[in-house]
Every structure is written in structure tokens, then in C-alpha cells.
């Protein structure tokens, strides 16, 4: 990846030096670089961000005049509020109930400085909490993967935060189970292998790890619902009820489970114009049909999904882009 975005960096610096023989001056270029952090490679985010990256850039059909945005992968939610504070990505996805526990300082950033310039651009579409086991494996329940083989997914993702409530909510505690702390498509390795019972995944379906392991594989996805699954949703707001239909993943069926949201987020310290212009350009007539024909989640990334789960204040250039076209007061 760094080497991509380096190579375009280089074109860009030969294209501005073009530019200043032919008598153009550097300033009316105005090149601006916008990284936006997804998640790994095998994931939902990743591919999202590529999309977006494409349309909003000079070069989309409706994109942001002088803007070179580049999708960047990570470990996501939480890697990605990181390299926003320290100025490494101008912005990033990460989980609602991430944004909202960097903002306030609570959850999984308790004891922590409060990310207090975390900005909202939009909410982008539900991320659904798969956990993924072999069909074998006899898990018929979250109860069920008490003494198992299960992945969480990396430390510094919004996954292995939610892998732990669920667990929590079960009566289990991470001891309980053999875990292990990989993303999607090494789990899923582990997992067709043998090696594997179960792995957590929060992401929006289908995801391209899950396809390609349920085509070749005999899986399940284990439901999230019950007593226990309630009381999680009464206690932690940021969750909402989903369900994944039938044929989403080959020979499974409709499953039952819970959700947070997908949201893209950025710093105070962006300008308003700047943000403005992206929120603008990314509900553009063009970049919604871009994003409608290139992932199945592009069809809910909707204007008036955007203004949901809004647990942490929205950026200013976006806040004026909402009030205008009426989805904010």
C-alpha cells in the first residue's frame, strides 16, 4: 500500500513540475491529500473505502477539485482514531460505540485522555457481528464456545472490543475460551484447516473473507439473541438488532444477531470548506451510483442514514451540508 501511495505522490510531483514549466504557478494547483484509514484487506472496510477514495478524488465524476484521497488499510476502528490524533490519516471508519468511547473517554478508553477533537462525517451503513464457526464444531450458541478455539480478531479493532461484551453477556470471560487474536481471512485459514472452532467478524455483509470460506467450506453463523442478547442491547445503546438473510453465505441460513454502526470519522483540525466539499461530493448523484454498483453495502451508505448514531458531534463542514438539505435542524 505505502508503495502505491508513494509512486502517486511521485506523478503528482512530476505533473506539478510540468505544470510550473508551462508557466502555471504551484499555488493554483492546490493539492490536497485526505487518507482514509478502513480495516484489513479481507474486510468490509477496506473495499469501502476504496470507493469512496475514487469518487471523492479530482479525478471521480463528482469529486473535490485539486482532492487526492486514498483508502489506507489497518486494524481498524480503533488503530484508525490513533493515526487520526497523531496526524498519520486526516480520517478513518471506525465502529459507532469506538467513536462514541474515544469521545466521552468511557468503554474501552476509560482511564484514557478523552479524544476530544474526534469529528463525525457520516454514518455509513449497519456493521453486522458475525461469529463464524465450523459446521462441525457443535457451537449452537455463544454458551457454546466455552473451552473452544475461538479468534477475537487483532488487539486495536472495534471487533475484539464487541467479541468481548458478547462474551460477557453469555456468562463467559475471554479465560473461558482458547483465544486468539487474528483478523477475518488468517482465522478463516485457521478455521478451514482445522485449527479453528470460531472467530468473531464485525463488519458489513456479505464479506469477501466469509464468501470465499463459505464456498469451499462447510460454516455456520452463530446467532446473537436470547435473554442474554437483550440485556446487551439494553445496556449498551450503540447496538442495534440485524439479522443476515438466508443465502448471504452459501448453505446458511437466516441468522439472527446484533449490529453497530459503520461510521467515518475525522478531526476538528479539518477545515470546514474541505469536509464540506467531501460530505457534498459523497451524496452526489454520481458517487451514489458508484457506490450502489461497487459493494453491496454502497446501497445504504443514503443520505438519510448518515445523520443516525450519532454518538460523537458532527464536523462543522459537514454539519452545514446536512442543515441544507434538510436531514439536520
Given at each position: 500500500?505505502t508503495?502505491?501511495i508513494?509512486?502517486?505522490?511521485?506523478?503528482?510531483?512530476?505533473g506539478a513540475?510540468?505544470l510550473a514549466a508551462?508557466?502555471?504557478s504551484?499555488?493554483r494547483?492546490?493539492q490536497?491529500?485526505f487518507?482514509?484509514?478502513?480495516?484489513?484487506t479481507?474486510?468490509?472496510?477496506?473495499?469501502?473505502?476504496?470507493?469512496?477514495?475514487?469518487a471523492?478524488?479530482?479525478t471521480g465524476?463528482a469529486?473535490?477539485?485539486?482532492?487526492v484521497?486514498?483508502?489506507?488499510?489497518?486494524?481498524?476502528?480503533v488503530?484508525?482514531i490513533?493515526?487520526?490524533q497523531?496526524?498519520?490519516?486526516?480520517?478513518g471508519?471506525?465502529?459507532s460505540?469506538v467513536?462514541?468511547w474515544a469521545?466521552?473517554?468511557?468503554?474501552l478508553?476509560?482511564?484514557?485522555?478523552?479524544?476530544?477533537?474526534?469529528?463525525?462525517i457520516?454514518?455509513?451503513?449497519?456493521e453486522?457481528?458475525?461469529l463464524?464457526?465450523?459446521?462441525?464444531?457443535?457451537?449452537?450458541?455463544?454458551?457454546?464456545?466455552?473451552?473452544?478455539?475461538?479468534?477475537?480478531?487483532?488487539?486495536g479493532?472495534?471487533t475484539?472490543?464487541?467479541?468481548?461484551?458478547?462474551?460477557?453477556?453469555?456468562?463467559?470471560?475471554?479465560?473461558?475460551?482458547?483465544?486468539e487474536y487474528?483478523?477475518?481471512?488468517?482465522?478463516?485459514?485457521?478455521?478451514?484447516?482445522?485449527?479453528?472452532d470460531?472467530?468473531?467478524?464485525v463488519?458489513?455483509?456479505?464479506t469477501?473473507?466469509?464468501v470465499?470460506?463459505?464456498a469451499t467450506?462447510n460454516?455456520?453463523?452463530?446467532?446473537?439473541?436470547?435473554?442474554?442478547?437483550?440485556?446487551?442491547l439494553s445496556?449498551?445503546?450503540?447496538?442495534?438488532?440485524?439479522?443476515?438473510?438466508?443465502g448471504?453465505?452459501?448453505?446458511?441460513?437466516?441468522?439472527?444477531?446484533?449490529s453497530?454502526a459503520a461510521q467515518w470519522?475525522?478531526?476538528?483540525k479539518?477545515?470546514?470548506?474541505?469536509v464540506?466539499?467531501?460530505?457534498?461530493s459523497?451524496?452526489s448523484?454520481e458517487t451514489?451510483?458508484?457506490?450502489?454498483?461497487?459493494?453491496?453495502?454502497g446501497?445504504?451508505i443514503?443520505l438519510?442514514y448518515a445523520?443516525?448514531?450519532a454518538?460523537?458531534?458532527?464536523?462543522?463542514?459537514?454539519?452545514?451540508?446536512?442543515?441544507?438539505?434538510?436531514?439536520?435542524k
Amino acid at each position: 500500500m505505502t508503495i502505491s501511495i508513494n509512486r502517486r505522490t511521485f506523478s503528482i510531483g512530476a505533473g506539478a513540475l510540468a505544470l510550473a514549466a508551462a508557466g502555471f504557478s504551484p499555488a493554483r494547483a492546490q493539492q490536497a491529500f485526505f487518507r482514509i484509514g478502513t480495516g484489513g484487506t479481507s474486510g468490509t472496510y477496506y473495499p469501502v473505502g476504496g470507493l469512496i477514495a475514487n469518487a471523492i478524488s479530482a479525478t471521480g465524476a463528482a469529486g473535490v477539485e485539486g482532492l487526492v484521497a486514498t483508502a489506507t488499510s489497518s486494524n481498524g476502528s480503533v488503530a484508525n482514531i490513533s493515526a487520526i490524533q497523531s496526524g498519520a490519516s486526516e480520517s478513518g471508519f471506525t465502529q459507532s460505540d469506538v467513536a462514541y468511547w474515544a469521545h466521552s473517554g468511557t468503554g474501552l478508553y476509560e482511564g484514557k485522555p478523552k479524544v476530544d477533537d474526534l469529528r463525525l462525517i457520516a454514518t455509513l451503513y449497519p456493521e453486522t457481528i458475525h461469529l463464524v464457526a465450523r459446521a462441525d464444531a457443535g457451537i449452537k450458541s455463544v454458551a457454546d464456545l466455552k473451552g473452544k478455539r475461538v479468534s477475537l480478531d487483532e488487539p486495536g479493532s472495534g471487533t475484539i472490543v464487541d467479541a468481548r461484551l458478547v462474551l460477557g453477556a453469555y456468562g463467559l470471560a475471554e479465560k473461558d475460551v482458547q483465544p486468539e487474536y487474528l483478523k477475518p481471512g488468517p482465522a478463516g485459514e485457521r478455521l478451514q484447516d482445522g485449527a479453528m472452532d470460531a472467530y468473531f467478524f464485525v463488519g458489513g455483509y456479505p464479506t469477501g473473507a466469509i464468501v470465499e470460506l463459505a464456498a469451499t467450506n462447510n460454516i455456520t453463523l452463530v446467532p446473537i439473541t436470547g435473554p442474554e442478547a437483550d440485556k446487551l442491547l439494553s445496556e449498551q445503546k450503540f447496538f442495534s438488532t440485524d439479522t443476515v438473510p438466508e443465502g448471504t453465505y452459501k448453505n446458511v441460513g437466516e441468522t439472527k444477531t446484533i449490529s453497530v454502526a459503520a461510521q467515518w470519522v475525522t478531526s476538528a483540525k479539518q477545515t470546514d470548506d474541505l469536509v464540506y466539499k467531501i460530505v457534498k461530493s459523497l451524496y452526489s448523484d454520481e458517487t451514489q451510483k458508484a457506490l450502489q454498483a461497487g459493494h453491496a453495502k454502497g446501497k445504504l451508505i443514503t443520505l438519510q442514514y448518515a445523520v443516525t448514531s450519532a454518538g460523537i458531534p458532527f464536523h462543522p463542514g459537514a454539519e452545514k451540508f446536512y442543515k441544507e438539505v434538510g436531514t439536520l435542524k
